[in-house]
């Protein structure tokens, strides 16, 4: 599957507030669909596929009406909540190798205007297990500040690798002219000081919550080229779970928590023939900063021991930092649907077009909800990289 | 036995089943184990027994009285109250422990913190004690945690 499908569209609305969003959610993917086929320059009656991860409503089948659809041949959702994300990339790449159709959308929008389509239901599903309602545990901020207890207290997770992690976010988020966050900004002592509505994790650790839509579309590699844009090449996409699924977190066998990509990250690295050093620059989910900081761990760009130095704010920064991460702002800057913006800023990395672009990139990583019961990671290259 | 959790009974992803909330109403702390091979069957992350042991292959399971005392696994302190769990509104701020129970293979199970919060940290000894169902665990009866000094 290696190199064998391209993204050659991307679309997407702005972000709105949660609940704001003038349109409803499936006019939203519309439009973003729509601007993705544009944008490389395909009838959108051709889209013969459809994937999406998580809860995602807005099935192909449901947009045919709207967009003219000839022959629907393809349609899938990729497990669980946001661990999916990447993975969904790799899925359209599966269809599109396999023959199964020939230009998939991977869509994901959300608008949580209603009582039914708040974040409960929209990205966590609502549905939290009676052993944690019945102890005053309900909010996705509560799951992820009860692992960050055990990085921080017992896996020597230093805080200061969230500060970097945060303050790189919106370092990019306040150059993103269409980040949600771009006016806030945060220096170390922001940080620091800002309240915890669920400690021992602090409020920018915490993804934001918006309504948006984006697509991007995928054709096979050996017509990529006869589109508009710049091709991304998909050289990995893998799903998976290594240290088993979520609540409490799974234990590598140091000990240690993993975010569960550390079989997943292998896989991508043996796929594609590259590794970590090799990456240009990242996009890594933030549903928190400390789950994040966790899968930077898991896909091998630092260990244990050299983290502190590592997660440096200085190496994370665009245009020629050690690793630049969430140059669009990320799920903490730039605006969270379930992380599809991070797949649409790794295709802009590659493209040229970033907000914060990183010199002369040739591998652009972006990674699924960390932490998840089921997690995926995708590596995009330049033509070059095949 | 009419069990107050099974006219509240909440729908989730994951369930520590019945006889794990019957026990706690009975005021007994029991956790599942393979009747064949006697492994602890708990998935440590997510509170719940498998349906089958993964070991010996038994879909046979027991329940076993174990004694409520472990170490913290992870701890958070709600400071604001959430949509979901609005009954404990008047109790944040609210610390909540994933304690790592002793004598049953790792077992993990969830709880609030009773009493001062002293010695709060990963690994702190802890010792539980049954609560009776209330609204503000939604009907369902609880194991909570005090720190041990």
Known sequence: ????????????????????????????????IVAAADDAGIDPRDIDGFVSWGSEKNAGQLLMSSLGTRDLRFGALMWTHGGGSAGAIGLAATAIATGQADAVVVIRAMAEKGADSRLATAVWQGINPPFLRANGQSAPAQGFAMRASRLLDHDGLP???????????????????????????????????????????????????????????????????DFKQKPAYVLSAPMGRFGGPDINGGQGPDGRMTAGFRSVAERCWKESGYGPDDVDVAQFYANASSAAVNSIIDHGFCTWENLADFMQFDNLIAPDGRLPINT??????????????????????????????????????????????????????????? | VEYSFKRNKLIGFFDAGDEFWEALEEGVFRLSRCAQCHEWLWDERNETPPYRCPDCGSWDQEWVEVDPKGTIYA????????????????????????????????????????GSEDGLRVGARVRGTINKPSPESKGYATVSWTIER
């Open chain 1, 1 to 32: 599957m290696r190199g064998a499908a391209a993204v050659v569209g991307l679309g997407q609305t702005p972000w709105y507030k949660r609940g704001t969003a003038p349109d409803p959610e499936m006019k939203l993917a519309l439009r973003a």
């Open chain 1, 159 to 225: 805080r200061s690798a969230l500060s970097a992690f945060v303050r790189a976010s919106y370092y990019h988020a306040n150059r993103n002219p269409d980040a949600f966050g771009r006016q806030t900004q945060l220096d170390e002592e922001a940080y620091a000081e800002s309240r915890s509505p669920v400690e021992p994790l602090h409020l920018f650790d915490n993804s934001r919550e918006n309504d948006c839509a984006i697509a991007l579309l995928l054709v096979a590699a050996e017509r990529a080229k």
């Open chain 1, 328 to 386: 669009a702002g990320g799920d903490l800057g730039d605006g969270f649907i379930h992380g599809a913006g991070n797949n649409a800023e790794a295709v802009r990395q590659i493209r040229g077009t970033s907000a914060n672009q990183v010199l002369d990139v040739k591998l652009s990583l972006v990674t699924g909800g960390p932490d998840d019961s089921f997690v995926s990671t995708a590596l995009l290259g330049t033509e070059e990289t095949l």
């Open chain 2, 75 to 114: 701890w958070n302190r709600t400071n604001q109250p959430f949509e979901g769990v609005l009954e404990r509104r008047d109790q944040v701020p609210y610390v909540t422990v994933v304690t790592e129970i002793d004598d049953a293979g790792g077992a993990r199970v969830t709880g609030m913190l009773d």
